[in-house]
């Protein structure tokens, strides 16, 4: 604990990382004085961080270009170059408004193939019930198409969020699902007889 005391006009560092000159390091208020040493490290630092960014986030290419746009304006670019990039899958881009936030929800209503993957096996658990799956749903050519919608939609957005402090800043959030009836059109390679059945009546 310090036994001097601080004195006024003077910046003290209270809460120090390792090796730091700090009070709560048990350094005296004259060993915990900021300096223009480490003012001037601090201002170094924060330039490195992109735009107005807090908590070194990432912004994407076209963020700044459609940053006043209405959502709705975006979603329908986002929709046009995933109709541009996959012209024979049906895709659908919609808005959402909450209280203190936004999202855009896409959906691969069909992605013109069958995504799902043959290895899959959703019985494959351990005798503890852990599970032990090696192989998801879907195959790697849908996982594929799912990750470049994501980055087609990121590249309107930005995410200076930082969950550990619990803080959020984004332009709008954004979720890339397949629909959950896509079984209907692609029958999934696991599907015991009697479900293709009852899809076989559906159809």
């Known amino acids: 604990m310090a036994d001097d005391e601080p ?23 004259e060993e915990s004085v900021v ?13 490195k961080v992109p735009g107005d960014l807090y908590t070194r986030g990432w912004e994407g290419a076209k963020y700044k270009d459609t940053k006043d746009l209405p959502l709705k304006e975006i979603a329908k670019r986002i929709k046009a170059e995933c109709k541009e990039k996959y ?31 043959p290895k899959y096996d959703p019985n494959d658990y351990s005798i503890n019930g852990c599970s032990k799956r090696t192989e998801g749903p879907f195959n790697q050519r849908a996982l594929d198409m799912k990750d470049a919608i994501s980055k ?17 800043d984004t332009n709008f959030y ?5 629909a959950y009836d896509l079984d209907e059109k692609y029958p999934k390679p696991w599907a015991k007889p009697e479900e293709l059945e009852q899809l076989q009546e559906i159809n």
């Open 87 to 117: 012209p024979g899958a049906n895709v659908s881009v919609r808005t959402e408004h909450y209280s203190m936030g936004c999202a855009i929800n896409i959906s691969i209503n069909d992605p013109g193939f069958n995504p799902y993957n």
């Open 152 to 168: 087609i939609a990121d590249q309107y957005n930005y995410d200076n969020s930082d969950g550990m402090i619990d803080y959020f």
């Open 174 to 178: 954004c979720g890339v699902a397949f």
């Open 7 to 29: 004195e006024y006009g003077k910046q003290y560092l209270l809460i120090g990382g390792i090796g730091e000159k700090a009070i709560s390091n048990g350094n005296s208020w």
């Open 35 to 47: 300096t223009d040493e480490m003012r001037a490290k601090a201002k170094a630092d924060a330039a």
